[in-house]
């Protein structure tokens, strides 16, 4: 009795950790839309509102998701405190401080760190330039994470059932 107990209890758990590592892919796609609504928003903020660039992203702070918005609230305060001066660095900084709550991959940071680096640097036509490369760049990239999220997800949860399965099979 014990013993089919414990074997349910591994199948369970091996499909329940499927499921947990398949919704990475989920929560990387949903991240990746916040982000690019946050630019949306700041663009907004920036070129038709003329607002300086830590209240824009105080503003937007308040609109956006968590994890997003805690970093664009710390970024914020640091630029507003004059902590520091440069958004980059500014964001580098917080971003290791929240970096466990994100599921982004290298190819969307480094987007939204060219974005950065170049944000606030040249004139209001610059500027929408930049904007819009970095609302292209991540079409590209959330349009990739939907396909992983779609292949992957079921990929993960059916690997999960599958090895559970096969160790409750192999201790029967």
Not at 130 to 156: G, H, Q, W
């Amino acid at each position: 009795m014990l013993r089919l107990i414990s074997i349910a209890l591994i199948f369970f758990l091996c499909s329940i950790l499927g499921y947990i590592y398949s919704e990475r892919f989920k929560i990387r796609y949903y991240q990746l839309k916040d982000i690019y609504k946050a630019v949306i928003l700041l663009q907004n903020e920036v070129i038709f509102s003329s607002n300086p660039l830590p209240e824009a992203f105080k503003e937007i702070a308040n609109k956006s998701r968590k994890p997003i918005n805690k970093v664009l609230t710390n970024v914020s305060k640091e630029l507003l405190d004059g902590m520091d001066m440069n958004i980059y660095s500014c964001f580098k900084r917080v971003y290791a401080d929240f970096n466990l709550e994100f599921y982004l991959q290298k190819e969307d940071l480094s987007v939204i760190e060219d974005f950065l680096k170049s944000l606030g640097e040249c004139g209001v036509y610059g500027q929408e330039k930049i904007f819009n490369l970095c609302i292209e760049n991540l079409k590209i990239n959330m349009d990739e994470a939907f396909e992983e999220c779609k292949k992957n997800t079921k990929l993960y949860r059916y690997l999960g059932v599958c090895v559970g399965a096969m160790i409750s099979i192999l201790l029967l």
